[in-house]
């Protein structure tokens, strides 16, 4: 089974959604290693409980350069084939990146590329959108602008404010993650897709063990 690492800045829920996954028998990742910028995540606290290991760096009292760095190392230790960026708040340097070329992986809460950054549940609100939703996809050195592997469509409500749709928003992250992750590294997900995007960006997909 592929061995993802989870990277995240707060609570979780994203991260306890491949975790559960994981547990499943017939899935084809498994969760190696859960850290983050803050030590004090609530999710870091989670995945321990769930007897996962779990790595605390702060990247405050670090600093980006050596954040980075020692993140890499730990990665690595681990033996990390993937990463999984699940609410982490912090933009990745272009050399870590590239020392993951395609083996990065995100969600993010709107249907790329529309809002990409923060508060996009007000934009899409703001824009007058019925639809919004969340989208999975490559990490590249440009922010939420990686190849998008897979997305779910929600349904705006004429009441709902910023709050309201993104817990709607967050249910279908929970059902989505899993599954665009689960396809990635069995290379399931739309291959025809995938290799046509591997074809125009020129991207080397990592080897699965
Ligand atoms: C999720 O909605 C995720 O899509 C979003 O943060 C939330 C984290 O929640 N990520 C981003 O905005 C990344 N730019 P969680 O910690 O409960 O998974």
Redesign the pocket.
Known sequence: RAKVAVL?S??????AALLYAAKAADCPFRIALVSGDKPQAP?LLLAEAEGVPVLRLSAKELGREAFFGQLDDKLREAGADYIAL??F?RILPADFVGKWTNRIL????SLLPKYKG?D?HQKALDAGDRVAG?SVHIVTPEL?DGPILAQTEVAVLPDDSAETL?AR??IA?HQLYPRALAGYVSRELDPSWIEQKVGELALELPETR
């Open positions: 995240l707060g609570r979780g829920s994203n991260m999710g699940a609410g708040m995100n969600i993010h809460p923060l996009t969340c939420d993104a928003v967050l992250e």
